[in-house]
């Protein structure tokens, strides 16, 4: 590691990972590109008014980050915020994304929903990615490199639309983690087992009761963890996947109403029609002639 500038004055404070230029609103770029022509070895840095996600999903680094150094191993995303001083060393080889995104893209937008990405860049995180995650993410960030290189009709918006997908998918897993934290790993492994349990078996109409006993807890337990966890009873978090079905097939499917009753577990189509309403407000006739309008 090279010995830190004295003061920050002495800091380098780029526009973008290494040019004095205006950035574009979102840049993505492998790790190999940059890191192989410096062997493997960023200087300490700052971009002002963007925002960076490390995304190392093979291979280790080193990471100086304000006064830390951390050591991480991947598949690894690291959150750096505008004015955090960082700088990287990654081992030989290392492989993964670098990803810059302009504070516009985040907290300039219309859909009131830029406080989803805020918990990832209140201060420098360093989030482990499991598989699944991992794989949308990877998925996402090759798709944005192939727009970089050939860009087309709105090359801009695909490259922000693609960015927030990124950031979403992060910030579920930074979610995950904080949970996990707050709630204890049993805790988090129990509602994470019963939302599995809830995948399985929604069609069956089977009570809470039913997967109380399943997961060796009392129903009043049940229930207080998925207030906890989801602000929801067991009960809403079933009928919510069994609606959230109900409500694809009403988009996707040819089958009637009465058939897709059936194939939810109702026995009798009035009172799916009935549980329908309750839930969207609107009729499952009316809902299927929404969604084709």
């Not at 060393?89 to 995104?101: H, I, K, P, S």
């Given at each position: 590691m090279t010995t830190s500038p004295r003061n920050a004055t002495d800091i380098p404070r780029f526009a973008l990972y290494g040019e004095h230029i205006p950035a574009e609103a979102v840049h993505v770029e492998l790790i190999e590109t940059r890191s192989r022509l410096h062997d493997w070895h960023i200087a300490r840095h700052t971009h002002p008014g963007l925002f960076q996600v490390l995304f190392l999903l093979r291979g280790s680094v080193r990471a100086a980050i304000e006064e830390a150094v951390w050591e991480r191993k991947g598949p690894v995303a690291i959150t750096v915020h505008p004015s955090v001083v960082h700088g990287f060393?990654?081992?030989?080889?290392?492989?993964?994304?670098?990803?810059?995104?302009d504070q516009n893209v985040l907290f300039?937008?219309?859909?009131?929903?830029?406080?989803?990405?805020?918990?990832?860049f209140v201060e420098p995180l360093s989030l482990a990615l499991a598989r699944q995650p991992r794989a949308r993410?990877?998925?996402?960030?090759?798709?944005m490199v192939e727009e970089a290189a050939w860009p087309q009709q709105g090359n801009a918006l695909m490259l922000e639309w693609l960015a927030r997908s990124v950031l979403l998918l992060l910030a579920r897993v930074h979610a995950e983690h904080s949970a996990a934290t707050r709630s204890g790993q049993g805790e988090f492994r129990l509602f994470a087992a019963f939302r599995a349990a809830v995948e399985q078996r929604y069609k069956d109409g089977a009570p809470v009761a039913h997967y109380a006993d399943l997961l060796r807890v009392t129903p009043v337990r049940l229930n207080r963890l998925c207030l906890k966890m989801a602000?929801?009873?067991?009960?809403?978090?079933?009928?919510?996947?069994?609606?959230?079905?109900?409500?694809?097939?009403?988009?996707y499917a040819p089958s009637s109403v009465a058939s897709i009753a059936y194939e939810l577990g109702f026995q009798d189509p009035a009172y799916f029609s009935r549980a329908f309403k309750r839930h969207a407000g609107i009729t499952p006739k009316e809902y299927r002639a929404r969604r084709a309008a």
């Open positions: 060393d990654f081992a030989e080889g290392a492989q993964g994304y670098v990803l810059t995104v300039a937008t219309h859909d009131h929903h830029d406080d989803l990405f805020a918990p990832l993410i990877e998925a996402l960030l090759r798709n602000g929801k009873s067991a009960f809403d978090i079933v009928q919510d996947r069994l609606m959230l079905e109900a409500c694809r097939k009403l988009t």
